[in-house]
């Protein structure tokens, strides 16, 4: 079955970059079904979405973040990419590589294909930001 | 602060039923029919319950159902089991963003 793995550096300092990947196997990164999404978790705190991808190359990120981050996909390594530029100790989180579903939806605004929910995840990498 | 409102803990003894509340806006639950709850266990990964409101994923227990009301979303887990105690998040679909809520730590007692 499909599986994701996240794999990248555990400690950054301040204003650097971080750089993590997620290694898709089991499956095609891309089956145009699905989208590929980030989700990160600051130590006892809640779920954040980062960004989420198309393996066509159309990405959605979150506004808050969406000065720094950049999410990209590599279908020759069937992996996805994220890089959030200029971290501090706010960036500091467990982060999650996620498959995220595809739906065909309809709604006032006529036809979409659009994301769904997260299904499938990966098990998480701890990035701490430390001077 | 989480952009979906959801209460911080929940309590229910073995066999009983609890509802955990998400509440979002216009912009987010009001608007479309793509919510979901995640369980999550300390030290572990997320892990998908509900979907589309109310639809449950194959492997994922009868006990557990989703519904909407307006801006509010509610996952119910009835017949309470000492392995549902975990954190448990929505998400919603927002157009151009997708939104999670701040988690409720469910404790059976």
Redesign the interface.
């Known amino acids: 079955q499909l599986q994701l793995q996240e794999s990248g550096p555990g400690l950054l300092k301040p204003s650097e970059t971080l750089s993590l990947t997620c290694i898709v196997s089991g499956g095609s990164i891309s089956n145009s079904s699905y989208y590929w999404g980030w989700i990160r978790q600051p130590p006892g705190k809640g779920l954040e979405w980062i960004g989420t991808t198309y393996y066509s190359g159309g990405t959605y990120y979150n506004p808050s973040l969406k000065s720094r981050v950049t999410i990209s996909v590599d279908t020759s390594k069937n992996q996805f990419s994220l890089k959030l530029s200029s971290v501090t100790a706010a960036d500091t989180a467990v982060y999650y590589c996620a498959r995220q579903t595809g739906i065909d939806y309809y709604d006032s605004s006529g036809y979409d294909y659009t994301r769904d929910a997260f299904d499938i995840w990966g098990q998480g990498t701890m990035v701490t930001v430390s001077s | 602060q989480?952009v979906l409102t959801q209460p911080a803990s929940v309590s229910g003894s073995p066999g009983q039923s609890i509802t955990i509340s998400c509440t979002g806006t216009s912009s987010d639950v009001g608007?479309?029919n793509?919510v979901?709850w995640?369980q999550q266990h300390p030290g572990k990964?997320?892990?998908?319950m509900i979907?589309?409101v109310s639809k449950r994923?194959s492997g994922v227990s009868h006990r557990f159902s989703g519904s909407k009301s307006g801006n509010t979303a509610s996952l119910t887990i009835s017949g309470l089991q000492a392995e549902d105690e975990a954190d448990y998040?929505c998400?919603s679909?927002a157009r151009?963003?997708?939104?999670?809520?701040?988690?409720t730590k469910l404790t059976v007692l």
Do not use: H, I, N
């Open positions: 989480s608007s479309y793509l979901s995640y990964a997320p892990k998908l979907y589309e994923p998040y998400c679909y151009t963003s997708t939104v999670f809520g701040g988690g």
